[in-house]
């Protein structure tokens, strides 16, 4: 089991012929993913990587039964391709793009929930459930199948929470880059739910940052209705207020959104929080050992 | 993208959001003479840097920080020469405000403003609240004060409206917003275009930030924004070509305008572990964890996907330019981005700059992370390599000890 991808998952990719979507394909194709077909206006009826081209969501849909769809268009065009995926009715939308303007999310999140789509994104690494289906641009050989969910806003700390999850012996059910801008289209709360009903998710890890309440939530979340034991560790503690870090979502404008209102907050949980990142996948395996699973 | 009140003004202006009348100057004497062509009895002379709290900021001398020139970045002036003395006293020193930090900024550019007979003021803004996903306006009848101070002692004197994006901003939510804030049903008719056109405004230049501290009602009952701030949001910036020539480069860090010229993501900070990292999330991590070691970090220092020797280089003279700098810290995870060509990248770069006489450990994760220690420790430099991050943690404090 695995939450939101799987090996039966059917995925299409926006932006196939350009040169991000043509080498993530190719690295997702590699990693056994199924790609069924890919979209760029006005290709349709061609060929590319040894699946067809199509002009628009709509007809892909038709033609290839996709259900998942990952998006690299350009942030100006980026929205668009977003509204499309979700009225041709892609269920799981998963938008690399970063830099879209905050003014073309606000009327994403209304549309995408009319319609019953979950997205993850944008500017996220994507989502993947190791040995079945890698639909992102994380580099899959750090991942190993297993019993470990993992969330997290950004690419590379999620990889470094991956890797020593797999240093551990432990693997990973699904991991999840939900992205790092102020409007995101799945929370943390969103995804622990689901990796909360996984059967195969015996502990989660959730990564958060500063700014925004999205890991508060959570955490309030999982004090209500998680049993499986979390591990936490929010990055910027050290991040002065008021200053963007890198990700445009990582401002601290000011209540618990410093790193140590959130860790705090996250602790009175019963969340396993971490200072160092460089313990994250030891402290799994402790709170594992500790609830009796290992 | 922050811009100044003066230019925010001249946008609202565009907009219909009714301001006062001004003047911007550059020197002394070009204030006087704004003053002159204002014609008014009472002038405001205000300091133009991108921080708030100007009005209660303090005014310290450039080439002696511990003389106080000014205890006030506005002045409230009675003649055109009181303009012209307050401008010289102030221009080209540092303004100290409590959003400036203990640096300052300096004052290059000034507003000379009409006065106006105040009735009342009052806070307004707009935002995006991250919560909820929506847009939402933020007022106040406690105008003029710290906002973050009132939502903490007083919430039950803000007033919050949440703008559904599919119905925009509606009449009868400005109406509430009015009466809220005790305006009198004149006012209310009054504020109903005024509000229109600063969310019209707020949308149109995609603004992540509009913030009129004080609005103000006159005694000639009118409603007036006596100060503007607009920051914009840098991932729209591309569809405003029009608003790129309000940027001003005094007011950001030298530093890291030459690091957003190399497509570096850099934020100076006032540590002595600099580091160089490769995604936000890791560099934040990676932050925290030279606080750990007992460091403090330099900087914010993400390379973005393509690590490689020229990024790399770029990254290293930026870092180095900072004097308090005693060790570095380099953190890939290698994905896409491979270790082992990462690993010449800082070879080369090292070996191009010359002379670097601090301690520098890398840590290469991930993809060919072993063959890029192997790079690294026989390059004969003196770097030391870690493939743990625990390991590079030691490594930073040993550095440290040294």
Redesign the interface.
């Known amino acids: 089991m695995s939450i939101l991808v799987n090996k039966h998952s059917k995925v299409i990719v926006q932006g196939f012929t350009g040169s991000e979507g043509t080498?993530h394909a190719t690295?997702m194709i590699e990693y056994g993913t199924n790609v069924v077909g890919g979209v760029t206006p006005g290709k349709g009826g061609t060929k590319h990587l040894d699946r067809p081209v199509f002009n628009t969501v709509d007809s892909a849909v038709k033609a290839t039964g996709a259900d998942v769809s990952i998006i690299f268009v350009p942030?100006?065009f980026a929205a668009d391709a977003i509204l499309e995926a979700a009225d041709a009715g892609i269920k799981v939308i998963v938008t690399i793009t970063e830099?879209?303007?905050?003014?073309d999310?606000?009327?994403i999140?209304?549309f995408l929930k009319a319609r019953g789509a979950i997205m993850i994104g944008p500017n996220c690494p994507g989502i993947i459930t190791p040995g079945e289906a890698k639909v992102g641009?994380?580099?899959g050989?750090?991942h190993k199948p297993g019993t470990i969910g993992i969330i997290?806003?950004?690419?590379?700390?999620?990889?470094?929470a991956v890797?020593?999850v797999t240093q551990q012996g432990l693997g990973q059910s699904t991991c999840v880059g939900i992205g790092?801008d102020?409007?995101v289209g799945s929370t943390h709360t969103d995804i622990i739910k689901l990796l909360n009903e996984d059967p195969n998710t015996e502990g989660i890890i959730l990564?958060g940052?500063?700014?925004?309440?999205?890991e508060v939530?959570a955490a309030r979340w999982i004090k209500d209705n998680v049993k499986k034991p979390v591990v936490g560790?929010i990055?910027?503690?050290?991040?002065?207020p008021?200053?963007?870090?890198?990700?445009?979502?990582?401002i601290i404008a000011?209540g618990d959104d410093t790193?140590a209102a959130k860790m705090r907050i996250m602790k009175e949980c019963g969340i396993h929080v971490v200072?160092?990142?460089?313990?994250i996948g030891q402290t799994m395996m402790e709170a594992l050992r500790k609830s009796g699973m290992r | 993208m922050k811009i100044h009140e003066y230019q925010g003004k001249e946008i609202f202006r565009k907009y219909g959001v009714p301001v006062l009348k001004g003047i911007v100057i550059k020197t002394p004497e070009e204030a006087k003479q704004a003053a002159i062509e204002l014609g008014s009895p009472v002038v405001v002379v205000k300091s133009q840097i991108h921080a708030g709290g100007r009005g209660q900021g303090k005014v310290y001398d450039i080439k002696d920080r511990t003389k106080m020139l000014s205890d006030r970045g506005v002045k409230v002036v009675k003649s055109p020469q009181e303009a012209e003395d307050f401008a010289r006293l102030v221009l080209g020193n540092v303004l100290v405000t409590k959003?400036t930090g203990e640096e300052g900024k300096v004052v290059h550019t000034m507003y000379v403003e009409d006065g106006c007979a105040i009735e009342k003021e009052y806070y307004l803004s707009i935002t995006?609240d991250?919560?909820t996903?929506?847009?939402v306006i933020i007022a106040s009848a406690e105008g003029g004060m710290d906002i973050?101070k009132v939502a903490e002692e007083h919430p039950e004197k803000i007033v919050k409206e949440w703008i559904?994006?599919?119905t925009g901003l509606r009449p009868y939510q400005i109406s509430k917003i009015g009466y809220a804030l005790g305006f009198t049903p004149e006012l209310v008719k009054q504020f109903i275009p005024f509000m229109n056109a600063l969310y019209k405004c707020y949308?149109d230049g995609?603004c992540?930030l509009l913030e009129v501290n004080p609005l103000v009602t006159t005694k000639d009952g009118k409603i007036m924004a006596l100060d503007s701030k607009i920051n914009f949001?840098?991932?729209?910036l591309?569809?405003h070509p029009d608003y790129a020539p309000l940027r001003d480069l005094n007011e950001e860090e030298p530093l890291e305008i030459e690091a957003s010229e190399s497509n570096l993501?850099y934020?100076k900070?006032d540590?002595n572990v600099g580091c160089m990292?490769?995604?936000?999330?890791?560099?934040?991590?990676?932050?925290?964890?030279?606080?750990?070691s007992g460091g403090?970090?330099a900087n914010?220092l993400?390379v973005g996907g393509g690590a490689n020797a020229k990024t790399v280089e770029a990254g290293f003279r930026i870092i180095l330019k900072d004097p308090n700098v005693k060790a570095i810290l380099i953190n890939i995870?290698?994905?896409?981005v491979r270790c082992d060509r990462v690993a010449n990248g800082v070879v080369e770069a090292y070996k191009s700059i010359g002379n670097i006489n601090i301690p520098i450990i890398v840590r290469l994760?991930?993809?060919n992370a072993e063959e890029a220690a192997k790079i690294i420790n026989e390059s004969g430099l003196k770097v030391r390599s870690a493939v743990?991050?625990?390991d590079?943690?030691k490594l930073v404090n040993e550095a440290l000890q040294a």
């Not at chain 1, 008021?242 to 990582?250: I, P, T, Y």
């Not at chain 1, 200072?275 to 313990?279: L, T």
């Not at chain 2, 990292?277 to 750990?292: C, E, Q, R, S």
């Open positions: 080498f690295q942030p100006a830099g879209i303007p905050t003014r999310m606000l009327v999140k209304p641009i994380m580099p050989f750090i997290s806003r950004s690419g590379t700390l999620t990889y470094e890797y020593q790092g102020p409007i990564i940052e500063i700014g925004g309440s999205s939530d560790f990055a910027g503690q050290t991040a002065p008021g200053r963007r870090m890198g990700h445009a979502g990582a000011g790193a200072e160092s990142p460089a313990f | 959003q995006l991250r919560v996903s929506k847009n973050e559904d994006p599919l949308m995609d992540s949001d840098d991932n729209a591309f569809r993501n934020v900070l540590g990292v490769n995604g936000a999330g890791l560099a934040m991590a990676t932050m925290d964890i030279i606080k750990l403090e970090p914010f993400d995870f290698g994905g896409i994760q991930g993809t743990a991050l625990a590079a943690a």
